[in-house]
């Protein structure tokens, strides 16, 4: 995808809503977009090829959803919510599988005992991993209700505290034979890594990356060029992570609207991003969404402006600034098959080369 002036893309459709986005997710086809907003419990779904929502938004008045993941069935989602007070805390906190065809769950996956905050499915079967406040990382399969496996987020070792009330973030790649987990280190010290062979988990991490707090503010003052908002970006927590389509990086978005960039293969953090704010001269206080193009040449994080960037993932110099959002851009994809991307504010857009 070029970010050149022969190659800025456009807004092809506008799906206007009354509620921000709080999650959005492609279908693997990259013909669907499914797009939850926890603030009205709603989940919509875009066709991207005729850039439309003809059928009227999924109500989840009940469970509530914040959460949303394609899985390989057009038809098919899982998401989460909050749960109602009424419900016990494992009906509270499930996971469920979701018919949109005609608006049935299929089947629910209970374990988790606080709010889920991720879903990764995996790319070559019917495996998804979960990660929730409780502390652990679970592995599911779509076919029955209990989980393969229960993660406890990674050990930490050589001195080394864990932040007793941190969450863990998962994802796998996209091969599907490695997935990562991150958990943060006590006294904001930093993030460990761990990355796990999907097919053999059970024998531990087979690689464990250390992710310095000064190391994360280092990079971060090449961009921000004050050592005071540094300090204060780099110890924002963590809200995600996934790997770029190659697997030799892994980004991170945090808490104060940072995107970070580590290598893959040792931990590094190669590059970070910083969302502008709304305000000149204050610092980023929201979990602004970013994520690599599908071929990996470009990295886009959201603004609280209502603004894109487009950055170089090599040289990692600003490209461009795509605008057209009402409202800070909690939320960006880039489509797995097509020259497109979806982000969404209250309102989701779909941009076309």
């Not at 057009?74 to 996971?95: F, M, N, P, T």
């Not at 464990?208 to 003052?221: D, L, N, R, S």
Request: hydrophobic share 35%; aromatic share 6%; net charge neutral.
């Amino acid at each position: 995808m070029n970010f050149d002036q022969t190659g800025t893309p456009r807004i092809g459709t506008v799906i206007r809503c009354k509620k921000p986005a709080t999650c959005i997710s492609y279908h693997e086809e990259g013909t669907h977009l499914y797009v939850a907003s926890e603030e009205d419990s709603s989940l919509r779904v875009v066709d991207c090829q005729r850039g439309t929502s003809d059928s009227p938004a999924l109500r989840f008045e009940k469970d509530g959803i914040r959460l949303v993941e394609a899985t390989h069935h057009k038809q098919c989602v899982l998401y989460s919510g909050k749960g109602h007070e009424s419900q016990s805390s494992g009906q509270r906190h499930a996971i469920h599988y979701l018919s949109l065809h005609d608006n049935k769950i299929l089947r629910h996956f209970r374990g988790h005992s606080a709010d889920i905050a991720d879903l990764s499915m995996s790319p070559v079967d019917d495996t998804f991993l979960s990660s929730g406040k409780d502390r652990t990382v679970r592995q599911w399969n779509l076919k029955q209700a209990g989980p393969l496996a229960e993660m406890n987020v990674p050990k930490a070792g050589n001195r080394m505290v864990l932040d007793s009330d941190g969450i863990p973030h998962t994802s796998y790649d996209s091969t599907g034979l490695v997935f990562g987990i991150t958990a943060p280190l006590a006294s904001v010290a930093g993030h460990l890594i761990h990355l796990y062979d999907a097919r053999n988990f059970g024998n531990g991490a087979f690689a464990e990356f250390k992710v310095e707090q000064g190391a994360i503010q280092k990079v971060i003052q090449r961009k921000v060029m004050v050592e005071k908002t540094a300090a204060e970006l780099s110890v924002a927590k963590w809200t995600s992570m996934k790997f770029n389509t190659s697997g030799k990086k892994i980004i991170v978005t945090t808490s104060m609207g940072v995107v970070l960039v580590i290598d893959g293969y040792n931990g590094t953090v190669t590059d970070a991003f910083v969302s502008e704010p709304t305000v000149a001269n204050t610092t980023p206080l929201e979990p602004i969404s970013g994520c690599f193009t599908v071929d990996d040449k470009a990295v886009l994080c959201g603004n609280a402006d209502g603004t894109i960037s487009c950055w170089n993932a090599d040289t990692g110099a600003l490209m461009q600034k795509l605008q057209g959002h009402v409202g800070g851009v909690g939320c960006i994809a880039s489509n797995p098959k097509y020259a497109q991307i979806a982000s969404a504010c209250t309102n989701t857009a779909i941009w076309l080369w």
